[in-house]
C-alpha cells in the first residue's frame, strides 16, 4: 500500500477513537430512543464532564498502550502496565474492575498477576477492547504477532478469556480496515468470515454473534433489533460486535459510522471509539470531518500528541518491514 495512504490510516484509527469517545460520551448510558427523542441524530460535540471534544478513559488507556509500544519498539507488559497507572486520571471516567487493576499495579504487583484477580477470574468489560487500535495499526501485515499482543495488552486488565478475544477481534477489525482500499466497495460478509478465521475463538460467544450480524446486516434502522441481538452494555461480547456491525452497515463515511454507533445509545463512548478506530482505520485522517478534528482536546496529551505517537507507529512499520 502506498505509504502516505498508510500513515493517514494510522492517524485515522487513533483520531477515529479519540473522536467516537468524546460524540459518544456526553449520553453515555442513554437509550436509542431517549438519544433520538432528546437529541435526534447526534453529529456535534455535545458539551461533556471535561468539556466539548474531550476524551474518556478509552483514548486515554490508548494512549498508554501507543507510548508503549512506541518506546520498546512492541509489547513490553510491565511497562505498558505501569504507563495505564501513570495516565490514569479518574476524572475520565473508568470502570470499576479497570480501577482495581490500576491500584494492584500502582501498588507494585506483577503486571501478569492482576488481570486474573480483577472480579475473582477475570474482567470481560470492554476496556481491552476500547483502547486497541494502535495494535492493529502497527501489526496490519502480521496477523499473528497481532493476535498474541492484542491477547497480552488484555491480560493486563482483562484476562477473562472474553476479554481477550474482544481486544483481538477489536484489533483485527482496525488492521482488516487498514488493509482495504478506501475508495473500493467493502464486503461485508467476506470481512465477518476473514475476521473469525484470523482469531482462534475459544469461547462459544463472538462466533453466534457473527452469524446473527449476517443475518441483520440489511437492516441496520431497526434499532431495537441491533441492540436486542448485539448488545450495547460495557462487556466486550455486548459491543465490539456491535462496532464491528456500525463500521460494515456504514462503510462509505466516517461520519455516518461514528453518527449510527452512538446512536445505538448503551456504552456509546466506547462503541463510539471502537466504531472509529475501524472506519478511521479504512478512511484515514483526511476523510474524517475537519470540524470534529478542530474540536477534539489538544493539551499535553490531546489530538497532536495522539497524531504524533501514530506517525510514530507508522515509521517503526516501516523501518522493520
Ligand atoms: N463478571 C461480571 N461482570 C463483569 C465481569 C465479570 N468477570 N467482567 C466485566 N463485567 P470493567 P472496563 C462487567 O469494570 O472494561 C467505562 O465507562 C461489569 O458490569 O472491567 O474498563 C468505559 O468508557 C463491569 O462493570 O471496566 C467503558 O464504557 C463492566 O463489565 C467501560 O467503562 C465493565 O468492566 C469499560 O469498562
Ligand atoms: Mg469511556
Avoid at 8 to 18: A, E, R
Avoid at 57 to 76: C, K, P, Q, W, Y
Avoid at 87 to 96: I, K, L, W
Amino acid at each position: 500500500m502506498d505509504s502516505f495512504l498508510l500513515k493517514d490510516k494510522f492517524i485515522g484509527s487513533m483520531l477515529g477513537t479519540h473522536i467516537g469517545d468524546a460524540l459518544g460520551m456526553p449520553v453515555e448510558g442513554k437509550g436509542y430512543e431517549a438519544i433520538e427523542k432528546n437529541f435526534g441524530e447526534i453529529r456535534d460535540m455535545l458539551d461533556a464532564r471535561l468539556g466539548a471534544g474531550t476524551y474518556t478513559d478509552d483514548t486515554e488507556m490508548m494512549i498508554a498502550l501507543a507510548e508503549s509500544l512506541v518506546e520498546h519498539r512492541g509489547f513490553n507488559g510491565q511497562d505498558m502496565a505501569q504507563r495505564f497507572a501513570d495516565n490514569f486520571n479518574p476524572d475520565r471516567g473508568y470502570g470499576s474492575g479497570t480501577i482495581q487493576a490500576l491500584f494492584m499495579i500502582k501498588s507494585g504487583m506483577p503486571w501478569e498477576e492482576v488481570g486474573e484477580r480483577v472480579f475473582y477470574g477475570g474482567s470481560f468489560g470492554n476496556g481491552s477492547s476500547m483502547r486497541v487500535a494502535p495494535i492493529g495499526a502497527l501489526y496490519y501485515n502480521s496477523p499473528v504477532k497481532l493476535h498474541e499482543v492484542a491477547c497480552l495488552s488484555s491480560r493486563i486488565t482483562h484476562a477473562h478469556i472474553l476479554g481477550m478475544e474482544g481486544a483481538a477481534l477489536q484489533a483485527m477489525a482496525v488492521s482488516k480496515a487498514i488493509n482495504l482500499h478506501p475508495h473500493k466497495n467493502v464486503d461485508a460478509r467476506q470481512f465477518i468470515d476473514d475476521l473469525i478465521r484470523s482469531i482462534p475463538l475459544e469461547a462459544d460467544i463472538y462466533k453466534p454473534k457473527f452469524k446473527v450480524m449476517e443475518a441483520i446486516l440489511e437492516t441496520p434502522d431497526d434499532k431495537k433489533v441491533v441492540v436486542e441481538m448485539l448488545g450495547h452494555d460495557s462487556s466486550a461480547p455486548n459491543s465490539v460486535p456491535t462496532a464491528i456491525y456500525s463500521f460494515l452497515t456504514h462503510t462509505h463515511d466516517f461520519e455516518e459510522a461514528v453518527v449510527y454507533a452512538v446512536g445505538l445509545g448503551g456504552d456509546t463512548d466506547t462503541i463510539g471509539a471502537m466504531t472509529g478506530a475501524i472506519s478511521g482505520g479504512f478512511h484515514g485522517k483526511s476523510r474524517i470531518p475537519s470540524r470534529w478534528l478542530e474540536i477534539l482536546e489538544n493539551g499535553r496529551k490531546g489530538r497532536d500528541y495522539i497524531e504524533m505517537l501514530a506517525v510514530k507507529l507508522w515509521k517503526m512499520t516501516s523501518v522493520d518491514s
